[in-house]
């Protein structure tokens, strides 16, 4: 009986067009873009005509609740917006501006910009606005994105795997392509466009040579079709010894001619079947991967090569600047720095060169890439990680909009104070007119997308910032949480306030006051800080924490690899001395006895215990704040968070006790007073072994 009645609730629920109510289950497909329920209500008509406009009307019929005016989309510069004189100089080609006002005697919601895609961003904006609370009967709102290359690079596989990826198989089903479009390629392109992403690189920087030949081309092609009317160009990322795998040439020297010759020909090959293709992202001698060294060139000479063949058909070449070299003995965290400094203002034009936010490798907390700021001449595109290689996989809850923001916002001082990173990025800094940041997708097949609700905040989070990264992480926080969860203050609070903390404890529990790669091997899946056999030196969390029974700590100042001399001297006089440089990078730059003081008058080792206590309380908090929201939310998402946050919760535990065990053995110090012993010795933790972890190529 009982089961029945809740049964018929349901049908109700669903015909009163409440899709979205708690009760129901919610599988996370939908993302940001939950249908308001039934088609809107609101008369939308569309001036001109466009694959692009249609679909930004559609969007407005699928989600756009009632709205207290109809809404016309049309381009700036169409006849019938004449007469309103709307200030759309500023709004460059994608930027849009929504206006309440008088059209043809009739108030009006104006949804306009310069181009068909300008168009369909003012389109989500709307949307958006609604959703999260915006009067849209006042609007009066433009935006203009302030980097113009916002880029997804996917690190997906051709056999389907995707190099740290915990959301299920890659997106792509390459063997069915290009026959078959499988529907989520176009949600996949509404979703990034709602966004406004516009470009996507689709495999993985470790490149296969296979991805450029022609049935791949064909493959690539299709996704191309697919994501056009979206606004979003495809890239892909190339191997740069693909002239000798697929072209069977001898050899890849960017220098001859022959080689030459090839990527022209393959380039152009490439644009007969996508014209509009937006160029190659390259991983060069980094890792194991080819690249123009192996010739003793460049890597200038390598970028511009590519650079030449992509040219004529407008084309970039995003050229990774993650380098590291097992034959270098200095301080890893110097070499991309020591190779690309020297080569500002030898790239061609069409040439960005992609920095990851930090100069070691996505930790949960890095100082801001010595290189942001140096490079007057080239274009400088930043890449951030959105899957969670080192932050919990997609398990934890871990939020990045404030390790994205606190990147975006640090003052490389290079032209003076204010000088942040974001303003090397976005081209204002130095005048140039290529700007660009990318981000690894932590897409792939499952269900809701991310592996986790929360895991879609991170993606979303990336996309607000590409368009502005001025917006702050809270905001962003609380709008992606009123466009997933609805309106209810509860709920958004309640989410806020768990994202906004969870960054931090990642920090707290895995490695904090600046530790870092301390992770196990391969999978880097867990606590592994004693690992010290493998053949690298820098692949060794030894290498990194330093820690011996006198003190703990990355010694990167004057007497030690003076990676502090790689920063502008403002920052770098910061740096040099423990007591000017922020507690939270302490150890990254400093190597300090146990007992060094620190601001609260506990110890260093102290304080680590308390970091790694505060942690694992943040994650029971934020169980306890989920607790709180029961009900609230809709069974299948809430129920799917709170055994994420549990398994969170076990980890970091385990991520504390193991690294205490560990930092005990080295300093031999006891546990403050009160202070919980790690649950099993320090062997039991070093016997764990994932070697099958999700995401870690084999
Ligand atoms: C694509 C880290 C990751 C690798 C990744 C590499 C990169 O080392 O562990 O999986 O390879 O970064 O960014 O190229």
């Not at 349901?10 to 009163?16: D, H, K, N, Q, R």
């Not at 990194?544 to 703990?552: F, M, P, V």
């Amino acid at each position: 009986m009982m089961k029945k009645r809740l049964l018929t609730i349901g049908v109700c629920v669903a015909a009163l067009g409440l899709a979205s109510a708690p009760a129901l289950a919610n599988d996370g497909y939908d993302l940001w873009l939950a249908p308001a329920g039934s088609p809107s209500a609101t008369e939308i008509r569309v001036v001109g005509q466009s694959e692009t406009l249609d679909r930004a009307a559609a969007e407005l019929r699928r989600d756009l609740a009632a709205a207290p005016l109809p809404v016309v989309l049309a381009r700036a510069d169409d006849p019938a917006l004449a007469a309103l004189r709307l200030p759309t100089a500023a709004l460059g080609d994608e930027g849009y501006l929504l206006r309440a006002a008088t059209l043809d005697g009739r108030k009006t919601l104006i949804v306009t910009g310069k181009t068909d895609r300008a168009v369909l961003y003012g389109a989500f904006a709307l949307i958006r606005a609604q959703k999260t609370g915006a009067d849209l009967a006042a609007i009066d709102l433009q935006s203009a994105p302030k980097i113009g290359l916002r880029v997804l690079n996917h690190w997906d596989n051709l056999d389907g795997s995707v190099e740290r990826g915990y959301a299920g198989q890659s997106l792509w089903d390459w063997w069915t392509l290009p026959d078959f479009k499988d529907p989520r390629y176009t949600d996949y392109a509404r979703a990034n466009a709602a966004l406004g992403i516009n470009g996507i690189v689709l495999n993985n920087v470790n490149a296969k040579p296979e991805s450029l030949t022609a049935p791949y081309i064909a493959k690539a092609k299709a996704l191309a079709e697919v994501f056009r009317p979206w606004g979003i160009k495809v890239y892909l990322s190339a191997r740069f010894s693909a002239p000798i795998e697929v072209g069977h040439l001898k050899s890849a020297d960017p220098l001859d001619p022959e080689v030459q010759a090839w990527w022209k020909a393959k380039s152009d090959e490439i644009y007969r079947e996508i014209p509009d293709f937006g160029g190659f992202l390259v991983k060069a001698n980094s890792e194991g991967q080819p690249g123009p060294r192996d010739y003793h060139r460049s890597h200038a000479e390598g970028a511009n090569m590519l650079a030449a063949a992509v040219a004529p058909h407008n084309g970039i070449v995003m050229w990774r600047a993650f380098v590291y070299a097992e034959t270098d003995p200095d301080d890893r965290a110097k070499q991309a720095y020591t190779e690309f400094k020297p080569l500002d203002g030898k790239f061609a034009d069409n040439v960005l060169v992609q920095v990851k936010n930090g100069a070691i490798d996505f930790q949960p907390r890095e100082p801001f890439h010595p290189l942001f700021g140096a490079m007057p001449k080239t274009p400088m595109m930043l890449e951030f990680q959105i899957t969670k290689e080192y932050l919990g996989f997609a398990t934890h809850l871990a939020y990045l909009g404030p390790l994205f923001e606190e990147v975006l916002e640090a003052d490389t001082r290079a032209k003076g104070k204010g000088s942040t990173v974001a303003k090397v990025i976005d081209g204002s800094l130095y005048g140039h007119k290529l700007s660009g940041i990318a981000g690894v997708a932590n897409v792939g097949r499952d269900r809701d997308w991310s592996g986790s609700t929360f895991n879609q905040a991170n993606w979303y989070a990336f996309g607000r910032l590409a368009w502005d990264p001025t917006l702050s992480a809270d905001r962003i926080a609380r709008e992606w949480a009123q466009q997933t969860f609805g309106n209810d203050p509860r709920v958004v609070d309640t989410a806020v306030k768990m994202m906004m903390a969870s960054r931090e404890a990642v920090v707290d529990y895995t490695g904090p006051l600046g530790l870092a790669h301390v992770m196990g091997t391969g999978h880097h899946y867990g606590p592994g800080p004693w690992i010290s056999d493998l053949a690298r030196p820098e692949w060794n969390p030894v290498y990194y924490h330093k820690a011996d029974r006198d003190g703990i700590g990355f010694d990167r100042t004057k007497t030690g690899s003076n990676a502090v001399a790689q920063y502008e001297p403002a920052v770098a006089k910061l740096l040099a001395d423990p007591r000017t440089t922020p507690e939270s990078e302490l150890l990254w730059f400093h190597h300090l006895p146990w007992d060094w003081k620190m601001k609260s008058g506990r110890t260093l080792w102290q304080e680590m215990v308390a970091h790694y206590d505060r942690g694992v309380a943040t994650v029971a908090q934020m169980q306890s704040e989920w607790q709180g929201v029961k009900g609230l939310v809709d069974a299948e998402r809430w129920q799917k968070t709170a055994s994420y946050l549990q398994i969170q919760h076990n980890e970091a535990k385990w991520w504390r006790d193991a690294s205490l065990a560990y930092w005990m053995s080295v300093n031999g110090l006891p546990l403050p007073a009160g202070v919980a012993a790690p649950e099993h010795d320090l062997a039991w933790y070093k016997a764990q072994d994932f070697p099958l972890a999700p995401g870690h190529p084999h």
